[in-house]
């Protein structure tokens, strides 16, 4: 972790990587020392899943869509947040842009899916 009493971060200085979600820039990570990690996404092609640990907090910047949340769905347009707790499964469809908060921070052995 660093010494400095601030950290910023820039979308634009992060590269677009593919996940299990759509493609995502990953602002804020564990591997950074934060406590949260935040990643901005663009939903394509989400796989269901779940996370034993981590709470997810869905804000939706742009467009409109559904999270499925274990078998129910959850319709979200712009400016509204979905707090998805563990260990419920989801996945989101639909042409979304979100903000996805992770506490704590997102850990890929905290990712599960089904067999």
């Known amino acids: 972790m ?5 950290v910023k971060m820039s979308q634009e200085n992060v590269e677009t990587e593919r996940s299990t979600c759509g493609f ?8 950074d020392g ?3 990690s935040i990643t901005c996404l663009t939903t394509h092609d989400a796989k269901p ?10 804000y939706v910047v742009k467009g409109e869509g559904v999270i499925y949340i ?3 769905e959850v ?3 712009a400016g509204e947040v979905v707090w998805i ?11 979304l842009e979100s903000l996805i908060v992770g ?5 890929t052995e905290d990712m599960y899916f089904e067999e």
């Open 2 to 6: 660093s010494d400095e009493k601030w």
């Open 103 to 107: 506490i704590p921070a997102f850990d």
């Open 75 to 77: 319709p979200v347009t």
């Open 34 to 36: 934060a406590p949260a």
């Open 70 to 72: 274990d078998d129910e």
């Open 49 to 58: 899943h779940w996370h034993e640990y981590t709470h997810e907090y869905y």
């Open 85 to 95: 707790k563990p260990p419920a499964k989801h996945r989101a469809v639909g042409d």
């Open 24 to 31: 995502r820039r990953r602002l804020l990570t564990k591997d």
